[in-house]
């Protein structure tokens, strides 16, 4: 989803520089991931060949997909000379519920690695 978004939004980005650059353009751009289903294409997922667990690495592929989409729309900004006078927010949209905490809490649980924290005793 996040390719097709990044898609359209470039091409706005180049047709608004060559149409209308010297009006404001406004673009809100909701990427969707990195929310359930675990899905990602697989050219990102196999980018973690060395992460055992199934779900950490769709997830660490889903959010390489997010990071790629991002940076096609910034270098297309860069490209159409609308960089420099850009404005980029970045908001999340999360907001848990007892119960969706309970649901996150235990699908996060299998991403963690168990380290000790910092200055912990053995």
Do not use: C, W
């Not at 990044?6 to 969707?32: C, G, K, V, W």
């Amino acid at each position: 989803m996040q390719y097709l978004l990044a898609n359209h939004a470039t091409r706005l980005i180049f047709e608004h520089s060559a149409n209308h650059s010297d009006r404001p353009m406004f673009l809100y751009l909701p990427f969707q991931d990195t929310h359930s289903p675990l899905q990602a294409p697989d050219e990102f997922v196999r980018l973690y060949p060395n992460v055992k667990n199934d779900n950490r690495r769709v997830f660490s592929g889903m959010v390489s997909a997010l990071d790629s989409a991002v940076g096609r729309v910034m270098k297309a900004l860069k490209t159409a000379e609308m960089y420099n006078n850009t404005i980029v927010v970045f908001t999340a949209d999360v907001t848990l519920s007892y119960t969706t905490h309970l649901a996150t809490t235990k699908f996060l649980k299998h991403f963690s690695e168990r380290r000790p924290s910092a200055g912990s005793r053995k």
